[in-house]
């Protein structure tokens, strides 16, 4: 009786308390001026439901929070606000202390006379809403003595932000980041600033902060401040993509006691290294959770001590530079979920102990120099959703163990590393897989049937292999998820699979760079979703069928480099709701017919080299953004639209060799971001209007050679123009070189031979700076060369073809010192612009006696000296033997005299020696026989004496190298050398020990080469003659094709003997 009547006491004392509590909360509540401050607060603002892309926001704790406009509730009809959504008050008091209106939908301008910093808050957040580039009001620091969290991140504020915020000192979380992405995805605005003091009072004052996030604020000049180490409570840092932040990041951030999320990310001027961090100094596991480090310079590796962070859950280490190899202690942390070490340098293998973090969700080790086998262990992993190792080093093949026990993994991405060997079967256990990239490796044999069975595959790329094989029909026949498929580049045969009908998902196909063969089947007309489609380069023929016009969604076609044939009609496009991309190049039989229809999305379209007889008139007028248009080597005729300038857009403009007649347009001096030009091989006439000049400051190329234009050369050129190329060859323009074309600083090609252009030699051409190739044969150029105000001419100059003019006096003595480009043996020397569009840059020039064009490899690995056909008299000097990368000499037909240089032994690359017609006297050097490169030399037409050398190149010339030189004598010719014996190279003397030299000299004397020779003597005397001085026929031109190709066959063989070469000099 006694216990329950205690009992009864102790909950009548209860239920009094209550009473009391529930008596004093109704007397205290929302105090009236806190409603009417919320209220004004409010009115700054309105509801907009756009402010927010999303129905949710994602807060700084990677939270998804509800996107709704919490003020709506803000009314005078409830009076205790401490009912409203968002808003938090003392259950003492009353008083209003938390506002929370993330992700509210807020508009509106953040007043900088608000009242809302009167209220006694102890936690503030206003992020993601929209407060229309507002500042952060100074006032703000009247929360001085209650307020310990802010979070104002996300919400469209700019300017500075004000100094009191570092008087905050009670802040526990401090949250500031402002981020603003453009429709790309990439961040656009850096709109909020800190300046560097402000940042350090932050750091100094703001002693109890547990949370800092500053991401994406400009940070003026600042560096992380050594005595950031004092805020021992912090467990989460963020610096993301501030600028101005540089500087070495303090080795004791990653030691911090209480730090659990540190993120550092895309702040490239700041650096740091891991040399004296030790994560096992305490004896203790650090509590560290994520690990984040992304576009930041650390040098050296990863240390082993990273071992012992084992709570972990996430370590990214992306584009930080690091190096080395990866520490094995890295499978110590079992609880990771994801690990990133992307584009950074590690080394060596990949880690077998990654086999041990069994919760792992994601693992990238994309861009590194990782090398060896994949690790087995890492298909074993349960939880491994996402796999990256492409663009690295990696080798071997792929088990079929690899895949027999995994079927969790989504994402598979192995492209761009060595791998090798057939794709296993056991693929076809990957169950849920995705995405799937084995692009750029080395596998080999046919597909695997199973790999096409997977029934969520949506992404497969497998093109630049070494796959062959058909493609049976029943590949597809159970697929239908798949939208994107690339197999280009193997050696894959047959005709289109029926089966691909049954991919109604499919977005883009790549076929191309294979053996395909046959027409496009009709089916393709039911993958009506189809965007992408490339057969180029493969085998297919027949006609270009007209239900390609169902593809509707189409945005890409390309079929070039095929067989097709019969007639297309344009308007088989026109039907397109976004087609911007044609390409149907190449296929020499199909006949493209001009049609109305509606183009306005095409920017490109190239039909070079089918059939086609006029230009597409109705196909231009209504085409307006056309920025590719390629008519090259279609047999177009007529003249050129003048209104061909009112396509403002166009980018590239070709159409050469053609039938093309009449004068260029001026109206093509409207299209001002045209960057290619190209007209050459037509019928053109008259003058080239002057704005061709200056018309674009874009224009990198501008090719108008073999016309018949006339005139002179446009001027002025405008200062800033970006023009590389300038090829006016094989017309009639007459007058000086303009001066103005000085301005060109990125000219790299400057080719105006063959024209009647006259004065002397334009010396401002060799400070231009990019200059390789210089072509002015064939003019009317006079006077001297020798006398450069340059004190470094011609930096990068590889071709000088100054041949067929009226120059006199010396050689140029001082250009040839200063041709550093030509003193190296360095095939990579070229930075000749490689342009994308097909445009290929050539030149013509004499080689091996006869005009040929230049191009790709040719052009490109060769240094090239022609000075022939001029006056040039005096000796040939000594300076040219320090051109060691020089691959053809021409000075024939001058006036030289003196002996041949011994230093010329020098040239070790020289393939083409051509001295003939001067007044040279002395004997051969015997050093011009360790020119193993030789292939042609011509020292005929001069006053030489002695006996010619014997041994390696030069027992495979004829004697027509040496006519007209009435005091030469032995092999080949069969003048005997009288009282003395010709020396003979022993085979010992080739720093190679050239076997083949060996054998033919030991197997054919000089008697028996000398009578092979004579039935050719005549022939070859008078035939040699009419080279030199007549003009060189142009059917001989197409020998030279397959001479370069002979040549690129030998190439990589020569480099190889070159170095020994050089030790010999």
């Not at 096992?280 to 650090?286: D, L």
């Not at 977005?507 to 007309?525: M, R, V």
């Not at 011509?938 to 495979?956: A, R, V, W």
Request: proline fraction near 5%.
């Amino acid at each position: 009786m006694k216990t329950f009547l205690m009992m009864w006491i102790l909950f009548i004392i209860i239920l009094q308390f209550h009473q009391v509590l529930s008596s004093s909360s109704s007397n205290h509540l929302c105090p009236h001026q806190h409603r009417l401050i919320l209220l004004k607060f409010k009115q700054m603002f309105v509801i907009d439901h756009k402010s927010t892309d999303e129905s949710f926001c994602v807060d700084g704790y990677d939270n998804y929070i509800l996107s709704y406009p919490k003020t709506v509730s803000w009314n005078e009809s409830n009076t205790n606000c401490c009912s409203w959504d968002g808003v938090t008050c003392n259950d003492l008091t009353g008083d209003v202390i938390g506002i929370d209106l993330t992700c509210s939908q807020l508009s509106g301008t953040f007043h900088p006379n608000t009242t809302l910093f009167q209220l006694p808050l102890t936690s503030l957040n206003l992020s993601y809403n929209n407060f229309q580039k507002s500042h952060i009001p100074s006032s703000i620091g009247m929360l001085a003595p209650t307020l310990t969290h802010l979070n104002i991140s996300t919400s469209n504020i700019s300017g500075p932000i004000p100094s009191e915020i570092a008087h905050l000192s009670k802040l526990v979380v401090l949250r500031l980041s402002e981020v603003d992405y453009d429709p790309y995805g990439n961040v656009s605005t850096h709109s909020l600033r800190l300046e560097q003091h402000d940042f350090q009072n932050i750091i100094s004052n703001l002693t109890q902060l547990e949370i800092l996030d500053l991401r994406y604020i400009n940070i003026s000049s600042s560096i992380i401040p050594d005595f950031i180490v004092n805020l021992t409570s912090l467990t989460s840092l963020y610096f993301m993509g501030n600028i101005g932040l540089y500087g070495q990041v303090p080795d004791g951030v990653f030691n911090l006691p209480a730090l659990q999320k540190l993120r550092i990310r895309y702040n490239d001027g700041l650096k740091g290294s891991f040399h004296n961090v030790n994560w096992n100094i305490s004896g203790t596991t650090p509590p560290l959770k994520e690990l984040r480090l992304s576009t930041i310079s650390l040098s050296g590796g990863l240390p082993d001590s990273i071992g012992h962070l084992r709570s972990l859950n996430f370590l990214l280490f992306d584009d930080c530079n690091l190096s080395g190899s990866p520490p094995g202690s890295i499978g110590n942390l079992t609880q990771l979920i994801g690990l990133s070490l992307s584009y950074n340098n590690f080394t060596g293998l990949i880690p077998p102990s990654l086999s041990n973090l069994n919760k792992l969700n994601f693992l990238y080790l994309s861009e590194n120099h990782f090398e060896g086998s994949i690790p087995v262990g890492l298909f074993g992993l349960p939880y491994l959703d996402d796999l990256r190792l492409d663009n690295n080093m990696l080798s071997g093949a792929l088990p079929s163990i690899f895949f027999n026990n995994h079927s969790m993994l989504s994402f598979l991405d192995i492209s761009n590393n060595s791998l090798s060997g057939p794709i296993p079967q056991s693929i076809s256990n990957l169950t849920e897989l995705r995405i799937f990239y084995l692009s750029y490796n080395h596998f080999e044999g046919s597909i695997p049937v199973g790999l096409f069975g997977l029934p969520y595959l949506d992404e497969l790329s497998l093109h630049n292999n070494m796959l062959s094989g058909a493609l049976p029909s029943i590949f597809f026949n159970n697929h239908s998820m798949l939208s994107y498929l690339s197999i280009s580049m193997n050696n894959l045969s047959g005709p289109f699979p029926q089966s691909i009908s049954s991919l109604t998902e499919l977005d883009g196909i790549d076929l191309s760079f294979n053996n395909f063969d046959g027409p496009i089947p009709q089916f393709i007309s039911n993958l009506t979703d189809l965007r992408l489609f490339y057969l180029n380069y493969n085998n297919f023929d027949g006609s270009i069928p007209q239900f390609i016009s169902n593809l509707t969604e189409l945005d890409e076609i390309d079929l070039s480099f095929n067989n097709f044939d019969g007639t297309l009609y344009l308007d088989t496009f026109s039907n397109t709701k976004q087609l911007r991309y044609i390409k149907l190049g190449n296929n020499g039989n199909l006949s493209v017919v001009d049609a109305d229809g509606n183009f306005s999305t095409i920017t490109f379209l190239d039909l070079s080299s089918c059939k086609l007889q006029n230009f597409p008139i109705k196909f231009l007028t209504t085409s307006k953004n056309l920025r590719l248009f390629d008519l090259s080597n279609t047999g177009v005729s007529g003249q050129i639209p003048e209104w061909i300038g009112d396509m403002s857009r166009m980018r590239t403009f070709r159409a050469s060799n053609n039938k093309i007649k009449g004068e260029i347009p001026s109206s093509i001096c409207n299209m001002k971001v045209l960057n290619l030009l190209d007209l050459s091989q037509n019928e053109l006439e008259g003058p080239i209007h002057p704005c061709f000049g200056n018309f674009s400051t874009k224009l990198r190329v501008q090719d108008l050679r073999n016309n018949n234009l006339h005139g002179g050369i446009p001027e002025p050129y405008a200062e800033d123009n970006m023009l590389s190329v300038l090829a006016l060859n094989g017309n009639g323009l007459q007058g000086p070189i303009p001066e103005s074309l000085s301005l060109c600083k990125h000219l790299q090609v400057l080719d105006i031979g063959n024209n009647m252009i006259n004065g002397t030699f334009p010396i401002w051409v060799d400070a231009l700076p990019e200059l390789e190739v210089l072509v002015l044969r064939s003019n009317k150029f006079h006077g001297f060369l020798d006398f450069s105000k340059t004190p470094s001419p011609f930096p990068r100059l590889r071709i000088f073809d100054i041949s067929h003019n009226e120059f006199t006096g010396p050689l140029p003595s001082f250009y040839f010192n200063n041709f550093n480009a030509m003193k190296t043996v360095n095939q990579n020397r070229t930075n000749l612009t490689t342009f994308t569009n097909g445009y290929e840059v050539s030149v013509t020039m004499t080689m091996k006696g006869f005009d040929a064009r230049i191009e790709g490899f040719i052009l490109r690995s060769r240094t090239i000296i022609d000075l022939s056909s001029n006056k040039f008299e005096g000796a040939i000097p000594d300076v040219v033997g320090k051109l060691f990368g020089l691959t053809m000499l021409n000075i024939s037909n001058n006036r030289l005299n003196g002996h041949i240089p011994v230093k010329l032994g020098n040239l070790v690359q020289l393939e083409h020696l051509d001295l003939s017609s001067n007044h040279l006297t002395g004997e051969i050097p015997q050093e011009l026989t360790s020119l193993t490169f030789l292939e042609v030399l011509n020292l005929s037409c001069n006053g030489l004496e002695g006996h010619i050398p014997q041994g390696k190149q030069f027992n495979t010339f004829s004697n027509t190298s040496y006519m007209e030189n009435v005091a030469l004598c032995g092999p080949p010719l069969s003048r005997k050398c009288q009282g003395r014996e010709i020396p003979i190279p022993s085979p010992n003397d080739d720093s190679e020990n050239d076997d083949s030299d060996y054998a033919f000299m030991n197997g054919f004397t000089w008697q028996a080469v000398l009578m092979g020779y004579a039935s050719g003597m005549i022939i070859g005397l008078g035939g040699g003659c009419l080279s030199f001085y007549t003009g060189r026929p142009k059917w001989f031109a197409t020998m030279i094709d397959e001479e370069g190709y002979k040549i690129i066959k030998k190439y990589n063989r020569r480099v190889r003997r070159l170095s020994s070469n050089l030790r010999l000099h």
